[in-house]
């Protein structure tokens, strides 16, 4: 193979500088972080390079920003390290090289945070502006000011200039159409975004604007808990006060710190770009944490502040990577230790706070081995059951209401032969049900999160032979009384002439009829019943469809026979028939309303009665009502 040439590759200043001008950077505004952020760095270098002894130290650090509305300008001013007209040529002209790395190196033992290091941000100012001048000084003694220009072509120009005192002034001459960032407001309103944690006092036109110091680089033995509850309110206005919080500080494998907020959710949770603040240096760079955190702990507020994670040049993208993974591990660890040391020293608290925070648990469990593995014993359901359990194996809050880990239920059922965890999905809608498995004596977990739905078969997934089971999934032979029925001379007992008329006169086939004597509960004449694979089926449709589940088209009707009601419709059909004037037998009709209205009493129980059912069954009732109170008359 014959080389034909080797060599580097070319850039044509004119090409590619339109491209750093506007698409290294989506949003024009960022500059103002730029610059501030450059302001930042230099004040940083001069007090490196002044307690080396190679500068003079500058009185107070500070970064103003003056506008001037004739001539269309904003000024930055830093009273930083300033430049020499070599580092200019070095530093500006030079497009994509920052003097961090070298500064880094040389003051290795004061090494601090410097926020630059791709060599771009200084080039955003073009964005907004169609020119920009440098006026700079360096504080290293004996240097003369520079005035570097440049109309956003690849020309420039180069002075000498007179200043007094070392640092730097930028100013950017606005383009017309970027004109509202000469406005005060949005200036102001742009410090307090990106800058408002910055080391230094950011003023403009002479007023001090940033807060400085951020309360995640204090460290938490400094903190009290108004720190916290302060930090929370000043960064989410009106929403009250968080749950509890976790200070991240870490300088290994990574630098990281943060406070995260497990606020009070009410309502729909961001799970989707959620509100945590990420931070690089105490610099703003996005208000989504996406790749960072687990999607799991998305609802979660607070900040993320870390120099370690990789942002590309726009600083507002994140490369995924390994380091970015390992963070995210980190954080669901630690939320699990603090969520540990909650639950072993403050169990009533726990108990309080554990409806707001089971969504994150439960979806992180589902989503993240490790986590699960974290928290296994930290998922609590509220638990129902006559006896009282023993209190080594639940947790009691202060309103006595007991909860369980799943693993303590299991080990409880134990010697059960039919091994199953009964729940409850809604105490109102499955009362009767409910009822029925209390009276018996049967310990219930109640599972009524939205989450529940997926997380039960989760759970029940892990657990060998387990089965979950909801309290009107199906009436076991426990709730029901087995003692063998007399039968009629054609062979029939009440339960079959009972389900046979009932089927008349429902005349549904998706409807399956089932007649049991009930042990307890004999106050419900008849009951919804939704076999429990079936009824998971629709929730799961229902879900997907992003509605309430609604009663499947398939269920079962219960009627207990001992119910005086049941017991009446007996009597009614074994009773003569009276035939009236149209041919038809006047009960028949009558048991076929009953039976009609003992159904929809029971579809009424479950909440499943749409809103045209609901009309016909109040007509009925009161035509029911009228017809047997015409009877007695
Ligand atoms: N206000 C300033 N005072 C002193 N030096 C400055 C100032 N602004 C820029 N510089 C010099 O110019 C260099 C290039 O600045 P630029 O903003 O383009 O990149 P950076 O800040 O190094 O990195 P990044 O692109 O990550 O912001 C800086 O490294 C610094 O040496």
């Not at 929403?239 to 200070?247: A, C, N, R, V």
């Not at 949770?269 to 603040?277: L, N, V």
């Not at 202060?398 to 059960?416: A, C, G, K, L, P």
Request: proline share 4%.
């Amino acid at each position: 193979m014959t080389v034909i040439e080797e060599g580097q590759i070319q850039i044509h200043t004119e090409n590619i500088f339109p491209i750093i001008k506007k698409a290294v950077y989506s949003d024009h505004e960022i500059f103002l972080r730029e610059l501030v952020s450059n302001g930042v760095d230099a004040i940083s270098k001069r007090r490196m390079a002044s307690i080396a002894g190679d500068c003079e130290p500058n009185e107070e650090a500070k970064i103003e920003i003056n506008i001037d509305r004739e001539k269309s300008t904003i000024t930055f001013s830093d009273n930083g390290i300033g430049m020499s007209s070599d580092e200019v040529k070095k530093y500006i002209n030079q497009v994509a090289f920052s003097s961090a790395q070298e500064f880094l190196q040389k003051y290795e033992k004061e090494q601090e945070g410097i926020i630059g290091h791709f060599g771009l941000g200084f080039y955003s100012s073009f964005m907004v502006a169609n020119k920009v001048e440098i006026i700079t000084k360096s504080a290293k003694e004996g240097s003369t000011a520079v005035k570097w220009s440049c109309d956003g072509s690849p020309n420039f120009s180069l002075t000498e200039i007179e200043r007094e005192e070392a640092g730097t002034d930028i100013i950017l001459y606005l383009m017309q159409e970027e004109i509202e960032y000469i406005e005060p407001a949005r200036i102001k309103t742009l410090i307090k975004k990106y800058c408002d944690f910055m080391p230094v006092d950011v003023q403009f036109s002479g007023e001090s604007i940033n807060r400085r110091n951020p309360p995640w680089r204090t460290s938490p033995q400094d903190m009290q808990e108004k720190d916290y509850i302060e930090l929370y309110k000043y960064l989410y206005p009106f929403q009250g006060d968080p749950l509890f919080w976790i200070h991240l500080n870490t300088d290994y494998p990574y630098n990281l710190q943060g406070i995260l907020f497990f606020p009070k959710i009410s309502g729909r949770a961001d799970w989707e770009s959620g509100e945590i603040k990420l931070y690089s240096n105490h610099v703003f760079v996005s208000d989504s944490v996406k790749d960072v955190v687990p999607r799991f702990l998305l609802p979660l507020r607070g900040v993320i502040d870390s120099t370690d994670i990789p942002l590309n040049v726009s600083r507002s993208a994140l490369q995924s990577n390994k380091k970015v993974r390992s963070i995210s591990n980190f954080i669901s660890k630690k939320i699990a230790d603090k969520l540990k040391v909650i639950r072993n020293d403050d169990s009533n608290f726990y108990c309080q706070i554990w409806d707001s925070i089971s969504p994150f648990i439960k979806i992180g469990a589902m989503e993240d081995e490790k986590f699960a593995e974290q928290v296994e014993d930290l998922i609590i359901f509220q638990s129902i059951k006559q006896e009282r359990l023993k209190d080594e194996e639940t947790i009691t809050n202060s309103d006595n209401t007991v909860y369980t880990i799943i693993q303590e239920y299991v080990n409880r059922i134990q010697t059960e032969e039919n091994k199953k965890i009964i729940y409850c999905t809604d105490e109102i809608s499955q009362a009767n049900a409910l009822a029925l498995w209390k009276d018996l004596g049967k310990e219930i977990i109640i599972a009524d999160t939205v989450i529940d739905s997926q997380f039960i078969p989760w759970i029940e997934s892990k657990l060998e032979n387990i089965s979950f089971q909801r309290v009107d999934a199906e009436i076991d032979e426990d709730t029901s009384d087995k003692s063998p029925e007399l039968k009629d001379i054609d062979g029939e007992s009440k339960s079959d002439i009972l389900k046979e008329l009932i089927e008349q006169s429902l005349d549904n086939k998706n409807i399956t009829v089932q007649v049991k004597s009930l042990k307890s509960n004999s106050d419900v004449p008849a009951m919804i019943l939704l076999p429990e694979q079936m009824r998971r089926i629709n929730d799961m449709g229902a879900l997907m469809d992003q509605k309430l589940p609604g009663l499947p088209d398939n269920h079962i009707l219960l009627i207990n026979k001992n119910h005086p009601m049941v017991e009446g419709l007996s009597k009614l059909k074994a009773s003569s028939i009276i035939v009236g004037t149209e041919g038809k037998s006047q009960n028949e009709e009558l048991i076929k309303q009953i039976a009609l209205h003992l159904y929809e009493m029971a579809c009424l129980g479950i909440g499943g009665l749409d809103p045209t059912k609901n009309i016909s069954f109040q007509k009925r009732s009161a035509e029911l009502v009228g017809t047997l109170l015409g009877k007695i008359v």
